[in-house]
């Protein structure tokens, strides 16, 4: 098998078979052999019947029905983990993605890349509740995590099996996966895609998903950089916190060397202040510890992030 096309979907029945339509047309035109993998995420409307239909008189059309929603990363790591295809593509089922830059993913992988990331230029969302978020999103995640693209929301990506193979995804990870290839040596590049107003259903995003990728970037960097050395993160947030309390009872010092009438250790402030510090690094701590934990809990038990109801076409 050529290509595998993973299609996460989750109340779009509107738009299921406007898009099973679009990506049979682009994928045959390809010539190359594919299949096409959608994932009920656990929809509360008929896509899955309409899925159904869709898969009866078509072994290359595979389907699988989560027994609840659980989220567009497990869905994902669930079809990559049933995709027998060399590449495989990821797509959203909303119709905004245009099956037609698949070629386009193809060629450049042709070049030699792992991973073609695509990158919505001209993006057809509201500018402050999605454009602008998501802007300062990638700018920070690239920042931090070292690995250069525009745009790490865009689902609709290409990636070499055999990368995918060794990435485990939990949570709402998907978007990293990029970050999580470079660490196996994977080559990464991004192409401009078309990207299109939504005609039908509702988005499932909102301003809040920000703030939780800004969270998730805290786990990202700690697994990528210091999955095997994590002292070097700890011990290194110990030492400015201990710094921090060296310069403050310095501060402290001086002022009641300089100022005697002045009390500073029975103002309330300070110590409010210092006490929402440390509760702070605390609680990104344990987070931080907490993922870990989880990871270790599913990789090491064989414990699966999703629970499947029904398998159509699928061995």
């Not at 070049?111 to 969302?125: I, K």
């Not at 590049?189 to 039908?200: G, Q």
């Not at 700690?222 to 070097?232: V, W």
Request: charged share 25%; glycine share 6%; with cysteine.
């Amino acid at each position: 098998m050529d290509i595998s096309v993973v299609v996460p979907v989750y109340n779009e029945e509107d738009n299921v078979k406007p898009l099973h339509d679009e990506l049979e047309a682009a994928l045959r035109a390809t010539g190359k052999s594919y299949e096409i993998l959608y994932v009920d995420d656990g929809s509360a409307d008929r896509s899955f019947e309409i899925l159904r239909q869709i898969a009866a008189d078509n072994p290359a059309i595979r389907l699988i029905r989560f027994r609840r929603n659980f989220g567009q990363t497990a869905a994902l790591a669930c079809g990559a983990e049933h995709a027998i295809g060399t590449v495989v593509i990821f797509i959203d089922a909303d119709r905004q993605n245009d099956p037609n830059d698949i070629s386009k993913l193809l060629e450049k992988m042709n070049e030699g890349f792992d991973v073609v990331s695509g990158w919505r230029h001209n993006r057809q969302d509201a500018a402050l509740t999605r454009k602008l978020p998501s802007a300062i999103a990638n700018r920070i995640i690239s920042t931090v995590t070292g690995v250069h693209l525009h745009d790490y929301g865009c689902t609709l990506k290409a990636y070499r099996r055999d990368i995918l193979r060794d990435v485990r995804l939990y949570g709402e990870m998907h978007r990293f996966i990029p970050v999580y290839a470079r660490l196996v040596g994977a080559r990464i590049t991004e192409i401009k895609v078309n990207h299109r107003p939504r005609v039908a259903g509702k988005t499932k995003y909102g301003l809040a998903r920000t703030f939780k990728v800004i969270l998730d970037l805290f786990a990202a960097k700690l697994l990528s950089s210091y999955i095997t050395r994590p002292i070097h993160f700890f011990g290194g947030m110990g030492f400015y916190l201990c710094g921090a309390g060296i310069l403050s009872a310095f501060e402290t010092l001086i002022e009641k060397f300089y100022f005697p009438d002045h009390k500073v250790h029975s103002n309330p402030f300070i110590l409010l202040a210092i006490f929402l510090f440390q509760l702070g690094v605390l609680f990104i701590l344990t987070g931080l510890l907490a993922e870990l934990v989880i990871r270790t809990y599913h990789e090491s038990s064989g414990k699966p992030v999703y629970f499947i109801a029904e398998k159509i076409n699928v061995a």
